[in-house]
């Protein structure tokens, strides 16, 4: 037999090649043996029995119900009302031509009235809500220059800004069409002929006011140009005191975002008028934007949030009524676990997958 | 077995022109010829991609070339000398046996081995389970790649189509550097299905790897499906939820918020996705998995710390760290990367149960069977039998080395020895003691 002699000549090579091997021991050239290299590491070897699936399905649902209804609770708890004004703050007569009205230079005090449904204890936020504004285009993203925001030496680092870099050749700081097309609409809020104190301290977010926001950088040639894109800033109050400017740049992922304006800390109870003095000043008119104000509690999840809520209790539901589902399935059309008629060679002759 | 018998049928001449099917063989007995003509029959309806063929004529290259193109089907040739190397370079997986013959055949081969009973081994485990690991590796790959590529896509549609990134950069780069890398290395390296002696007792097994049974657009399909279904997960529950306020001091997650979380959920979901596709875990694809979603971590708390002044704009400083602050954060990473695996986990419960492959059939018989180490390795012991070591003490034995080149009639002292005879002196040319003396012995091998 071929293999017989061939094994045997090898053995015979071997064995004469240990020359100075004075046992019988044969001169294997057997690599050594390791666990890794020869992959026999141990291993777990899951098979996904209906046991196990039915099992996780269970658990899943076992834990995202619970999950569920306690992001529901929260988001229940938060009160909020929107309030869309940006087409009922256009006095009639000027309502055919709306951009020519916002971009001239009429009053644009308007007069709003929001009814409470809930009582809402403090802090209540204010937030403008704007739709079709993309923050997120790119040549928008990329229009601001954080050296110069963070730090008066570099304030000739102006190349990504144009074209609201500089202004006569001297550079805008904050340059960039972020920073320009600032959010200049201010609310005035009332009860009872008291006004609402708006605290517009601590609306953005603290590693912006510390670390983005220099205090020692002060607005300079900022809306000088030709076409103002937005509001002006106060030029004695340092860039990390500014609020709103650091709310606006922190750039919102979808072209229909919210932005903290200020925080109430009075409760307002259910059914309180709440008089609302806008400026209307922002253009959204030209693109067809829309402008809403936002009042909102907020609980431990955040805002009125019921996604998260209505995900976790929907996929928790799916998984139990999978569950059962499977559970069925598996008492109507049983397969017993290593059957070997379930191979494909002993179902079909010479067949299967 | 046929393979051993085919082995030994080296006085087979083949003759025949380029059709395979008109192969006549010629044989030194007509049971031979019967063999292996049936054989060639039989090989294309059983194992219908191989037949191995083994001759002594140069004739072996020639059959290989005709059944690999004629016929089209796969072949594969084993030798060890170095008569069989056109035939080895002429099939499409060239074996060579490394012994008695010298180099040669291993020289032009693909795979080497060491002996023939290894060929077994080498066809149907180590064979079997490369092709499962390619396929494996290979889906994974462009599944991984496309899930991340698309929630870049679906986010295009919110940014007026002006090309805006979703990730940041040095996040988008490394995504296939650092943080899905290992865990893929290490399904290519460790995967089995069923262990090594299961793979040898059924040899059926090897017929997935014929049907293409893993690689089929089917399975493609089901993959690309899962990753847009993936995608669309990752992308959209983020997205929306992230809207209103996320803390409960009312503040607003901004575009790399929203972008680091996706990013953050994406990678745990493509990392344990490895542990769900997986049929043998060890240790090292837990300390993968996990090591690549804390790399990311890691990543992100050094990366979000610092700025320096080469900072492009529209950096991501601190953001994972406000992420951190928020429940929101906690609660979505929960959510998303269950709900993205829980598709492709119902499919694998169904498929498993319904529409079960050979190799989960096999899984399921032996489940209760420890795993046999050394059992399955191929057994060389270290003692010699007596025979052998018999052979070995004569070869030991001292003894006149042969200067023998090989040739016919090129014995030393030939000239001399028939001048001898005929009573003439033939002194020994000088260049030929030179050879000799340059030789290098070669001992007699002692006959068995």
């Given at each position: 037999m071929p293999s017989n002699t061939a094994s045997s000549s090898a053995a015979a090579a071997a064995a004469a090649g240990s020359a100075d091997s004075s046992t019988s021991r044969r001169n294997s050239k057997r690599p050594k043996y390791s666990k890794f290299t020869q992959q026999e590491l141990p291993a777990c070897k899951p098979i996904l029995t209906p046991g196990w699936v039915i099992l996780t399905f269970l658990v899943i649902s076992v834990i995202f119900i619970p999950l569920g209804v306690v992001s529901l609770f929260a988001s229940q708890d938060v009160v909020e009302i929107v309030d869309r004004y940006d087409n009922d703050c256009i006095p009639a007569p000027a309502r055919s031509n709306k951009v020519a009205y916002i971009q001239g230079?009429?009053?644009k005090t308007c007069n709003r009235t929001i009814v409470v449904p809930k009582k809402m204890k403090q802090p209540i936020y204010v937030y403008y809500e704007l739709e079709n504004f993309y923050q997120n285009h790119r040549r928008y993203v990329k229009s601001r220059s954080d050296a110069q925001l963070r730090s008066v030496k570099d304030e000739n680092q102006i190349d990504a800004c144009k074209p609201e870099d500089d202004v006569n050749g001297k550079p805008i700081v904050p340059c960039g069409l972020i920073a320009w097309s600032l959010f200049n609409d201010t609310y005035v809020l009332s009860k009872n002929n008291q006004t609402l104190n708006v605290s517009k301290k601590g609306i953005a977010w603290k590693s912006d006011r510390e670390h983005?926001?220099?205090?020692?950088v002060f607005p300079k040639n900022f809306q000088m140009g030709n076409i103002t894109g937005g509001g002006k800033l106060i030029p004695d109050v340092p860039l990390s005191e500014q609020e709103d400017l650091i709310v606006w740049m922190r750039t919102a992922a979808l072209p229909t975002f919210r932005k903290l304006y200020g925080k109430i800390e009075t409760d307002l109870q259910e059914n309180d008028t709440i008089h609302v003095i806008l400026k209307n000043n922002y253009n959204t008119y030209s693109f067809d934007g829309k402008k809403k104000l936002v009042l909102s509690t907020t609980s431990w999840l955040g805002g009125k949030n019921d996604f998260l809520g209505i995900a976790y209790l929907t996929v928790g539901g799916i998984c139990f009524f999978l569950a059962l589902a499977f559970t069925i399935m598996y008492l109507v059309k049983p397969r017993r676990l290593g059957d070997p008629t379930y191979l494909s060679w002993n179902r079909v002759p010479g067949g299967g997958r | 077995e046929l393979f051993r018998c085919l082995a030994i049928c080296h006085t087979v001449l083949p003759e025949g022109d380029e059709s395979p099917e008109k192969i006549v063989y010629q044989a030194a007995s007509p049971d031979e010829a019967a063999l292996v003509t049936a054989a060639k029959n039989f090989g294309f309806f059983f194992y219908s991609c191989m037949l191995s063929c083994f001759s002594v004529t140069e004739s072996t290259g020639k059959v290989t070339s005709l059944v690999r193109k004629g016929a089209k089907k796969i072949t594969l040739s084993i030798g060890d000398g170095a008569n069989d190397v056109s035939m080895i370079q002429a099939a499409h997986v060239g074996i060579g046996i490394s012994g008695m013959e010298g180099m040669q055949a291993v020289m032009a081969s693909d795979f080497a081995i060491a002996q023939f009973r290894f060929l077994t081994d080498l066809l149907l485990v180590h064979g079997r389970w490369s092709y499962l690991r390619i396929c494996k590796v290979v889906m994974y790959f462009f599944y991984k790649n496309l899930t991340f590529t698309l929630t870049q896509f679906w986010f295009t549609f919110r940014t007026?189509?002006?090309?805006?990134?979703?990730?940041?950069d040095w996040f988008q780069s490394l995504y296939n550097v650092f943080f899905t890398a290992l865990p893929v290395i290490v399904l290519g390296l460790f995967e089995k299905d069923v262990s090594a002696s299961l793979s040898k007792r059924y040899p059926e097994l090897y017929r997935e790897g014929i049907r293409n049974s893993f690689f089929k657009w089917r399975v493609v399909a089901v993959w690309a499906t899962s990753a847009v279904y993936q995608s669309l997960v990752c992308y959209l529950f983020v997205t929306t939820s992230s809207f209103?306020?996320?803390n409960s001091s009312g503040k607003i997650f901004g575009l790399w918020d929203v972008s680091t979380l996706v990013f953050t959920c994406l990678v745990i979901a493509v990392n344990v996705r490895i542990l769900l596709m997986s049929n043998s875990i060890t240790r090292w694809h837990y300390i993968t998995v996990g090591g690549s979603i804390l790399a990311w971590l890691v990543f992100a708390f050094v990366y979000c710390g610092i700025t320096t002044s080469r900072d492009r704009n529209e950096n991501v400083y601190f953001v994972i760290y406000v992420l951190m602050s928020t429940f929101y954060f906690y609660f979505t990473l929960l959510l998303v990367p269950a709900v993205s695996l829980l598709g492709d986990f119902i499919y694998q419960g169904v498929e498993r149960w319904f529409f079960p492959y050979d190799y989960q059939i096999v899984q399921e018989i032996h489940r209760h069977e420890s795993d046999a180490t050394k059992a399955d390795h191929l057994e060389i012991e270290n003692e010699l039998t007596p025979q052998e070591a018999r052979s070995y003490a004569i070869s030991q034995l001292p003894r006149e080395l042969s200067k023998h080149t090989g040739f016919a009639f090129d014995s030393p002292g030939y000239e001399s020895f028939f001048a001898s005879q005929l009573g003439v002196y033939a002194p020994q040319k000088a260049w030929d003691v030179a050879r000799r003396a340059s030789m290098r012995s070669r001992p007699k091998v002692p006959k068995k």
């Open positions: 230079a009429a009053d983005k926001f220099g205090k020692n | 007026g189509f002006s090309g805006q990134r979703f990730y940041d209103g306020a996320i």
